[in-house]
């Protein structure tokens, strides 16, 4: 008899800052990393020291996530270090919803939704690609993985989450 | 075999550079299956690995025994990579015809699919379902992949739950493939004969009719005759009297039959009856019997036949389906009368090379002879009309294409009528046409049209075989969107607090806003009524979370905006807000707002509420490939506020009992913002208005939206506050003559147009739209611009209607002047208002224009398009 539990626990995460940097990463990534404490990812990865979060969002943009608390903080930092410099650092820690897929199967309802062959992705991966319908970013969390999107469609992704990970809907062959 | 070599040479070679991509599946009518080649790497080393270590060495022979199932190709691969020799066979020979084989090649070992015959003795056998076992090897079964696409994207339907539909599962599941390499063992469909009356319940494939008594156990008839142009029906002839039933005769078109199946029929006592023909098929609703004749006549009956199914076979065409959908070739096989796969011109991968191999019946070797040492079947003769000569009556009652209802006389008559295409023919008939896609019907037709036009079946060519190789729901399609995710539905931080105060929700892209907020049995329209009479009376709240806001940065922050807006942005004092235009390359006026300066290199741009992600990519697009080297970082930060209008003569006064912050007129003028706290919550509040009131534009972040404006709320109680929707905010800015992206502005209008020409700049060199809006044509003083319209009956003007002008254009139509981009009933001054674009209309203040509509004229005088408020002194409270 199959598992008819859901594949996957959704469980939105909230208390989570995040800063939106963008700068010349080559000329600048020494005063970031020093600010945000954290290495400069290579392109489509992301660096961590289980507190913090430093995520390649594109050649000039990364995101930093980390604990709602530390956002004025690291804003300060972040400004200070890169004085002079031009680059652009905001605040954007209500822009998204976050999620984190655990449990069973949580490739199996990710695999559903996002154009991904998640076992490709490094175990520093970051990908952002989309959801069903909606734009998304996703990286592995834990045992599971953690999932971005923009806040205004949370209950959409709430949704497609849960809905894919439907207990019986497992994608092992029969 | 070397060509069998370089397979899975260039499958592991090309593998073990790029092991993290999808590499193959493996397709058949029923089932699918995908790799990434790692995974194929492995699963074809390993069963190589488990098939020397079960003994067999290089050189050995292993006989595949397997359906059209992933198991094939696999089992193939890893025979070859160990050096061994694969000798794949039809999965149709029986027993003995195995054993035969089996006896000539010697097989150290055998792997047996499920239900497939095996030589007797069978020897060392090793079954499927242990390969399947094995590492990295995945069937999935009931699964059909539908289509082949550019670069080898697969897309597959597996069955689910189609057999038990309220389970509360996925009835069927779509499954989206890239692979680096497709093997196609598809196998091949047969072919009908066209003899009259060959769409009678009872007269059925002869494949179908061993299906039904092997796979089912069914008897279809129990007097069962065979209708054939080649060997193979005679193994329904065996499987129809081995399972009790009674085969009466088999009709077969070749004037001989003497191959093995043949005798092995006759040695039954079946008369076989070579040379002849079906002249015409006794019954209506079932098969009672036919008449027979002899094929190389007219059809004059030489006897008649009494039995309750026909079982007839015209030959076999390979499924070359997916091999076709992305440009595979094909090539007419005279001696086999076939249409197969050209291996020399197979579809083309992304590298330019080919990246679909079809194997076995698929690939148009229908018994795997050369590699198996079959014994020949007696080649098929072929029969496009049965008997050669039918008459024309006879033709009208062959059907070639039963889903289509086309027949020999339609194709027939396509050719007569000078449809020499094929693809014309086809659609002229219908052919093949929608899910037949070419199964059934394709080259009997192409046949009947080839001897209608008088020229080799070569030279007809086929049709395109299109996906879905068989009809895909579109629910299976759709998949999760549906129900509550059908769209993803954008929600404001309020969303849920306008829900629970009875929202009429308006769509506005893919966010929900809210109309108007009807109280009780209110109607809409008056719900909107007394919004608009709250705000100019007292004060009212209006979500405007949705307006995108871009923040643009950097020293060239200021240069690059002066190019993106009509006006000057460099010039905009920090603490200072701007409304600008943004225009298309082309001139026209696609978006407008307000610009805040936030400091001395940044600006926050205010777009429309569909324009957020739209000016974002625009503004990204002019940075990224025209200036690259503008020093310039751009944000679309639309989601992170929370934003509230408070409108109104008495908005100040709820904002000072919120508290925190010096919003009066002194320290906060109209067209400033200010950062600070309200009620404890930080604020960056805008003096910017689009209803002409007093107002502030209150932005949060968006967390704290919900709680600021449930403050506002309660703040304002005793002033009467009232939130307000969108349609409140339509008539009030129409009420000011403030335009509107989307109903002023359809693509083809200009600044200038609408009277803006104050928020054009002069004395930049440039900006997007500048050189356009310079041209004749959008410099010609005769362009329809905005002007304001007022009833002149009371009755409100219908949206779009057109002012007439004299005469007629060319096409015998009224000549227009003009139209209504915006109307509505202004609860303020209790009468219709209106603004319309008009030739020369602002020239024309006065003048009386008609607007008829089907049965009814409206009239309206062109007035200023400012009908409330035209100094303008609202706006400061």
Redesign the interface.
Known sequence: MADMTPLASINQVSGLGMI?I??DLTRAGDAIAGAAGLAIPRPNRFTSDGSRWLGWMSP?ELLLVLPHGDVPGALSDLLDALAGE???V???????CVFDVTGRKPEHVLA??C?V?L??LPPDGLRRTRA???ACGLWRHGDGWRIIA???????LR??LT??A?P??D?D?? | MTEAFNLAEHVLAAGAATPDKLALAVVGPSRAERWSYARLIAAVRGTATGLLHRGLRPGDRVLLRIGNEPAFPVSYLACIAAGIVPVPTSALLTEAEITRIARNIVPALTIAGDGIALPDPSGDILPVADLAAMANVILRRNTMTTGLYDHGYLIAREHLADHDPNSGLPRQRLWRIRAGRVVTATGALERPLSFAGNDVPGVMLASAVRDYIVDYGVAPGRRIAVVTNNDDAYRTALAALDAGLEVPVVIDARPTADGPLPQAVRARGVRVATGSAVAGVLGKKAVNGFKFCDQQGAGDPLGVVNCDVIAMSGGWSPVVHLWSHCGGKLKWDEARAMFAPDPARPPTGADGRGNVLAVGAAAGDLAVAELTDAAAEQPVMPVWVMPARASRKARFKMWLDYQNDVKVSDVELAGREGYASVEHAKRYTTLGMATDQGKVSNINGLAILSDALGQPIAATGTTTFRPPYTPLTLGTIAADARGEVFLPLRKTPMHEWHESHGAHWEPVGLWRRPYAYPRGAEGVSDAVAREIRAVRGGVGTLDASTLGKIIVKGPDAGRFLDMMYTNMMSTLPVGKCRYGLMCSENGFLVDDGVVARLSEDTWLCHTTTGGADRIHGHMEDWLQCEWWDWQVYTANITEQYAQIAVAGPKARAVLEKLGGMDVSAGTLPFMGWAEGELAGIPVRVYRISFSGELSFEIATPANRGLELWEKIQQAGADLGITPYGTEAMHIMRAEKGFIMIGDETDGTVIPQDLSLHWAISKKKTDFIGKRAQERSFMASPDRWRLVGLESLDGRVLPDGAYAVAEGVNPNGQRNTQGRVTSTYLSPTLNAPIAMGLVLHGPERMGEVLEFPVTGDTFRARIVDPVFYDKEGTKANG
């Not at chain 1, 905001?90 to 998204?96: C, F, G, K, L």
């Open positions: 939106l963008r700068a000039d031009h680059a652009l905001q605040d954007v820690s209500d822009m998204r559903k939704l154009p062959e076992g490709a069903a319908q909606i923009f806040r205004a469609v949370t209950d959409y949704g497609v809905a894919a439907a019986g809907t994608l062959p029969r």
